[in-house]
Nanobody, 125 residues
Framework: QVQLVESGGGLVQAGGSLRLSCAAS????????MGWFRQAPGKDGEFAAA????????YYADSVKGRFTTSRDNAKNTVYLQMNSLKPEDTAVYYCAAGVVYGGNYYSRGSYNYWGQGTQVTVSS
């Protein structure tokens, strides 16, 4: 059973940066694709970014493309989400997730089996 723990969230001004980390225990992340999802208050959760098990390909929501970058260090069993040029609308709880993504559907919550507890990101204007 893989356990995921996010860290790195916090309060930042618009235009600032944060780097989220997602560390795994109880299993190796190198077997899994990794996704980042977020949920803002009063809104449905949405896909933000994903990375294949090898790190060879990444995927981004249009709303974060060009500002967010996801990467992974399988030796450290950790995945990262670098968030630059943050906007107030990026305010949300951010979750990392791990899964064996069949059919290339990295954008769907249903493709992921393991989830972290989330970390709050608040961007002030």
């Amino acid at each position: 059973q893989v356990q995921l723990v996010e860290s790195g969230g916090g309060l930042v001004q618009a235009g600032g940066s944060l780097r989220l980390s997602c560390a795994a225990s109880g299993g190796t992340l190198s077997r899994y694709a990794m996704g980042w999802f977020r949920q803002a208050p009063g809104k449905d959760g949405e896909f933000a970014a994903a990375i294949t098990w090898s790190g060879g390909r990444t995927y981004y929501a249009d709303s974060v493309k060009g500002r967010f970058t996801t990467s992974r260090d399988n030796a450290k069993n950790t995945v990262y989400l670098q968030m630059n040029s943050l906007k107030p609308e990026d305010t949300a709880v951010y979750y990392c997730a791990a899964g064996v993504v069949y059919g290339g559907n990295y954008y769907s919550r249903g493709s992921y089996n393991y989830w972290g507890q989330g970390t709050q990101v608040t961007v002030s204007s």
